[in-house]
């Protein structure tokens, strides 16, 4: 499935938050008149550039620390291995936790923007910074906005939701969006799988050989619907669940470490 939006559809779910903190805007002064120059430039913008989505729901069930993924239209399923946390006083988790061992659904999502939202403002730094972070800020809000139409009407799991902006920014919806490069997710090369399942190209994205999106403002990872499931850091790893995660991947240690370095 893909989706195409406008950018005055998605101005209602941008995080404002995340704006402030990128410009280091700590005064309701500040914040107030940034927001007011942003909001200029997405009406600027608006109907020129678009940000896209694309979305698939696959049957799945769980195996260990692994998930696997399998549809009609697939030859063979394709196995997704996770990684656990190991600290101590953690609670040990895994993504695969989330997916029941027999029969279960996941949901595989990326969201983008348009080229020129990074290559056509170059003449002004000013400018250039500003439409950077707001494609950054439509990039997540085509995310959220498609999150909850998934939750609504495509996937269907919570259909009589009615939540505020401020709650679905907040998380109160049930499952999760965990994307990739994130805390649960902190392995970029399985940007690779991804765009085996969704074929990125299809909005515009395309990846760098060390697994990073281009568009920048681009944001892939997985949907869960499991009530229970919430949000965890994976935190560090010891050599021996790098070693076990490589072999469940099929990658060189050394491949994988250079990805994990933080988590090690």
């Not at 909001?39 to 989505?53: I, P, R, T, V």
């Not at 063979?76 to 291995?81: E, G, H, M, S, V």
């Not at 919570?158 to 999760?176: C, N, R, S, V």
Request: proline share 5%.
């Amino acid at each position: 499935m893909r989706r195409t939006y406008e950018i005055h559809d998605l101005q209602p779910y941008i995080n404002w938050a995340y704006f402030y903190y990128a410009w280091q805007l700590r005064t309701p002064d500040q914040q107030q008149q940034s927001r007011a120059e942003a909001e200029q430039m997405l009406s600027q913008l608006d109907g020129k550039y678009h940000a896209y989505a694309l979305f698939q729901l696959f049957e799945a069930h769980s195996e260990g620390d692994d998930i696997i993924l399998s549809s009609p239209s697939m030859q063979q399923p394709c196995r997704c291995p996770f990684l656990r946390q190991q600290e101590a006083g953690s609670e040990h988790l895994c993504l695969s936790d989330f997916i029941h061992p027999q029969h279960d659904h996941i949901g595989v999502f990326a969201t983008s923007v348009d080229h020129g939202l990074e290559t056509d403002f170059d003449r002004d730094t000013y400018q250039k910074m500003m439409v950077q972070l707001l494609a950054d800020r439509l990039a997540e809000a085509a995310a959220e906005r498609l999150h909850e139409e998934v939750r609504k009407e495509i996937w269907g799991y919570a259909p009589d939701e009615h939540l505020t902006m401020g709650e679905l920014h907040a998380e109160k919806f049930q499952g999760i969006r965990p994307a990739v490069g994130y805390p649960s997710l902190p392995d970029t090369s399985l940007n690779f799988v991804l765009d085996k399942l969704l074929e990125f190209r299809q909005i515009g994205i395309r990846l760098t050989e060390h697994g990073a999106m281009k568009p920048h403002a681009s944001v892939s990872g997985l949907m869960m619907a499991l009530p229970a499931a919430h949000y965890f850091s994976i935190g560090k790893i010891g050599e021996d669940q790098l070693q076990d995660y490589a072999r469940r991947r099929g990658l060189p240690v050394e491949v994988l470490r250079k990805y994990l370095l933080a988590n090690l």
